[in-house]
């Protein structure tokens, strides 16, 4: 197996999750304290007028990093391939065709502002066309020992190109290991 340091994704995703859990849930709060409270004459805003363009910075740079198509690809990823490190490949077997379809969605996507770099659109098109090449030689019904030799060259791609993503965002990210 491959245990090579990658980049993280699962910690920012997690802070961005817990951002908007934390966001939620400061919202909600806010809403009941308003609610238990006596009508004042004027209403009164909970974000200060600095404090607003300071949320704005931090939704926009959120929205920037954010890219429904590598979220979906990583996804599929993780379900065919940690189920085929402990030697069960229905999932990549089944999953293939899906696999390939979202990468060449991925690679046909528009890239948000941070990572619309030429380095990342070519690895993502060798993304795409690993992944396709994997899809065509699962019909060859190869055996799983064969199988997972590819399965973990394209698993390396993808993190060439997590890693490209990442660098790109100066590496504010802890290191990926699966």
């Not at 308003?34 to 959120?62: M, V």
């Not at 391939?81 to 065709?97: L, M």
């Not at 380095?119 to 993502?124: G, L, P, Q």
């Amino acid at each position: 197996m491959y245990f090579g340091t990658t980049p993280n994704l699962i910690p920012f995703l997690m802070k961005k999750v817990v951002f908007k859990i934390i966001l939620g849930s400061a919202l909600v709060f806010s809403c009941w304290l308003g609610s238990c409270s006596q009508p004042t004459e004027k209403p009164q805003n909970d974000i200060s007028q600095t404090e607003k363009p300071k949320l704005n910075q931090i939704e926009n740079s959120e929205q920037e990093t954010e890219w429904k198509e590598m979220e979906d690809y990583h996804f599929l990823m993780a379900e065919t391939f940690h189920p085929a490190e402990e030697k069960d490949f229905e999932p990549i077997r089944t999953k293939a065709e899906e696999l390939a379809k979202s990468a060449e969605t991925w690679q046909n996507a528009i890239p948000p502002p941070a990572f619309d770099r030429p380095e990342i659109k070519e690895k993502i098109a060798l993304l795409a066309q690993e992944s396709r090449e994997l899809a065509n030689f699962i019909q060859t019904k190869p055996t799983d020992e064969v199988l997972f030799k590819k399965l973990n060259a394209l698993h390396d791609r993808f993190h060439e190109v997590m890693g490209t993503c990442q660098h790109n965002e100066h590496d504010k990210h802890e290191q990926h290991k699966h």
